[in-house]
């Protein structure tokens, strides 16, 4: 055994098994070199996916998330806003078929007040502005109508910024006043609204548009404006001499008062006794808006008596009286005596009928003298116009609908149970009812009140939206998906193509050297140990294949060396 492993004390079996200098100082790049060729085209394809994707991650942190500068814009508009943007090298994106513009998040208010300042966007609608690139030598007509051009702008912005218009358009009629004119035309507007989705303008807005645009443009009657919406419907009101015979929208409206009124009423009298919650009511109301209008003239006599028989005096509008004479003054004659000795009894006129004799010519005359008096007296004739109108908007009939809850009894054992009420508690109640509302039977008011239990459904919890459905998840979730996706690619790239190529390229562990195995193989006990083949030194390619022989040739000592360094190692 000893002459057998002789061969093995020089040099060369000592560098058995021991990789050579040159092998060992190769370096990185020939070993990559020697790599078999699907391992280079996985490496390539790796180093190649690696560098697109950190050339992905950098230009999406460079420009970062994007949101929305403008929506529904025009065209001009956004050419101007683009050409801007351009000037300013502020990067942006189209949306929504090129209507929304989208730029930077951290850019957006920066560059809103940039555009701002430059007048951007001027939006479709333009105001008093036009005013201000007036051209040197236009027309009078040119300049009414760039003025009525601008007070259409100024009209649709202040009714555009109502919370339920999304937007407006406005037409005026402004005609040419002229002072040779007897009868002046009067101007009139007409505006058209396009409301929100699931928006509508109430009586008062309504009123309101119709009071801006009318007091906007001198000498215009709000009935002249014109309110429609975007399907033609008209919001302003029925025009004046309805002939159809049905409500307007300001009778409906007035009606519809006049029942929440009256229920308000029943409401605020009842549930003080009955507890919120335990009472339903309404009330009908049928209201008159017939418009009555009655004129009498009335004459009354001239002369007449009054509740205690004396004369009433008449008013006297014009008097005239003439008086005339000829011949000698006339001496007394007739029968001597008293009768002819008083003097003449003024002459009276009546109102109606001839005027009566004279004095003079009743008694006679003497001495060829004669004379004459006329007198003409106006009275004012008594003249009585009444005219009457009748109001309208008056309650012909109320109609009340009561229903009243079962009462809830808690006994001790705190169980509640429902009772009905009693008829006298059921016409208390409807006496207070009648009372609330005004009840008239005469013009055939009726008031129904019941007593029925109410049906109590169970409230329906509110679930919680998941965390995963909330906004602000949603939004972590889409400003995180970019870099995460491109960090869990390049993940799989290093590790399913670079690292196997890389670890393929290491160095080779040195292997164990040849005498270290004769040692241990000698000190084998000899029960153990087989004979060794005859080895003689080995050029350094061969210590693979000599090491190979060994371990054919003796497996078992092999194994025992293996398993001595094994347990020198734990």
Do not use: C
């Not at 370096?27 to 790599?35: H, I, Q, T, W």
């Not at 005239?320 to 001496?331: C, K, N, P, R, V």
């Amino acid at each position: 055994m000893d002459t057998a492993l002789a061969p093995l004390g020089n040099s060369s079996a000592a560098t058995l098994l021991r990789p050579t200098q040159t092998e060992a100082d190769a370096g990185f790049g020939a070993r990559l070199a020697g790599l078999p060729p699907g391992r280079k085209m996985m490496l390539g394809f790796g180093v190649m996916a690696l560098a697109g994707i950190a050339l992905a991650m950098s230009m999406w942190s460079s420009h970062g998330n994007y949101k929305v500068l403008y929506a529904n814009l025009s065209d001009k508009d956004g050419g101007a806003i683009l050409a801007q943007l351009s000037q300013m090298n502020v990067p942006y994106k189209h949306a929504d078929g090129g209507s929304a513009i989208l730029v930077p998040a951290d850019k957006v208010h920066d560059v809103r007040l940039k555009l701002a300042s430059s007048g951007l966007p001027k939006g479709g609608v333009v105001g008093f502005e036009l005013m201000d690139n007036a051209k040197f030598g236009q027309t009078q007509f040119q300049e009414r109508l760039t003025f009525q051009r601008g007070l259409e702008g100024e009209l649709t912005r202040s009714i555009g910024a109502l919370s339920a218009v999304q937007s407006a358009r406005v037409h005026l009629a402004l005609p040419n006043q002229n002072g040779f004119f007897r009868e002046q035309q009067k101007p009139s507007a007409s505006v058209l609204l396009t409301l929100h989705p699931g928006r509508l303008l109430d009586r008062a807005q309504i009123a309101g548009i119709v009071h801006l645009v009318s007091s906007s443009v001198p000498e215009m009657n709000p009935k002249a404006v014109s309110v429609l919406d975007a399907s033609g419907a008209l919001l302003s009101g029925a025009p004046e001499g309805n002939a159809s015979g049905m409500l307007d929208a300001q009778q409906l409206q007035y009606v519809a008062q006049i029942e929440a009124n009256y229920t308000r009423r029943v409401f605020d009298i009842l549930e003080p006794v009955l507890g919120r919650n335990n009472l339903r009511a309404q009330v009908t109301a049928d209201i008159d808006f017939t418009q009555t209008e009655s004129t009498s003239e009335e004459f009354a006599p001239n002369q007449g008596r009054d509740a205690e028989g004396k004369p009433v005096q008449a008013t006297v509008r014009s008097e005239q009286s003439a008086q005339s004479g000829s011949g000698t003054a006339g001496l007394p004659g007739g029968v001597p005596g008293a009768a002819s000795n008083q003097p003449p009894v003024p002459a009276t006129a009546p109102v109606n009928g001839g005027a009566a004799p004279l004095q003079a010519a009743q008694a006679g005359t003497q001495g060829g003298s004669s004379s004459r008096r006329d007198a003409t007296i106006n009275y004012e004739v008594d003249r009585t116009v009444r005219v009457t109108r009748a109001a309208t908007g008056n309650v012909k009939r109320l109609n009340a609908a009561v229903v009243v809850n079962h009462r809830s009894v808690t006994d001790a054992k705190g169980k509640t149970t429902t009772t009905a009420l009693t008829v006298e508690e059921l016409d208390k109640l409807t006496a207070l009812v009648k009372e609330t509302v005004g009840f008239n039977a005469e013009r055939g008011d009726s008031v129904k009140l019941i007593n029925a239990p109410f049906r109590v459904e169970a409230p329906v919890a509110e679930t919680p939206l998941p965390l995963w459905q909330q906004p602000g998840t949603q939004d972590l979730m889409r400003t995180l998906a970019v870099p995460g996706a491109l960090t869990l690619l390049a993940l799989i790239v290093v590790f399913g193509a670079v690292r196997p190529a890389l670890k393929a390229a290491q160095s080779p562990r040195p292997a164990p050297r040849l005498d270290a195995v004769v040692d241990d193989v000698q000190t084998l006990p000899a029960a153990n140990r087989a004979p060794l083949p005859q080895l003689e030194a080995p050029v350094a390619d061969d210590r693979l294949t000599l090491a190979r022989t060994i371990a054919k040739e003796n497996p078992q000592a092999v194994a025992n060396i293996v398993r001595g360094w094994v347990s020198k190692e734990s």
